[in-house]
């Protein structure tokens, strides 16, 4: 089974940029669904970004122009690169592998996908 690790959160100040990496262990990234997920505070867990398998990218309409997801398969790690971020991005955002729907709600992907333990990101305006 594929376990994610996510890395790369952290504290920016709005309109900068961070980019998110999801590493797989135990297994190939290159052989499975990866997206992305976000629960900020006080807030619903939500859909951020999905990449098939393929290499084919979908947004969420929320970050939809400031956001890509991309693959480095040799490095068997999926990225989520974030510009123009704002305080409302603020959240833990977590990586799951597997059984990815776009737009799932989060709990549906924890049922179908292997989530990792997520990385913060603080962003302060």
């Known amino acids: 089974e594929v376990q994610p690790v996510e890395s790369g959160g952290g504290s920016v100040d709005a309109g900068g940029s961070l980019r998110l990496s999801c590493t797989a262990s135990?297994?190939?990234?290159?052989?499975?669904?990866v997206g992305w997920f976000r629960q900020g505070p006080g807030t619903e867990c939500e859909f951020v970004a999905y990449?098939?398998?393929?290499?084919?990218?979908i947004y969420a309409a929320s970050l939809k122009g400031r956001t890509a997801v991309f693959r480095n398969k040799d490095r068997n790690t999926v990225y989520l690169q974030m510009d123009d971020l704002r305080p409302q991005d603020t959240a833990v955002y977590f990586c799951?592998?597997?059984?990815?729907?776009?737009?799932?709600?989060?709990?549906?992907?924890?049922?179908?996908?292997?989530w990792g333990q997520g990385t913060q990101v603080i962003i302060s305006s």
């Open positions: 799951a592998a597997g059984q990815i729907y776009p737009f799932d709600t989060c709990s549906e992907s924890r049922r179908k996908a292997t």
């Open positions: 135990g297994g190939i990234f290159a052989d499975v669904d």
């Open positions: 990449v098939h398998r393929d290499g084919y990218p």
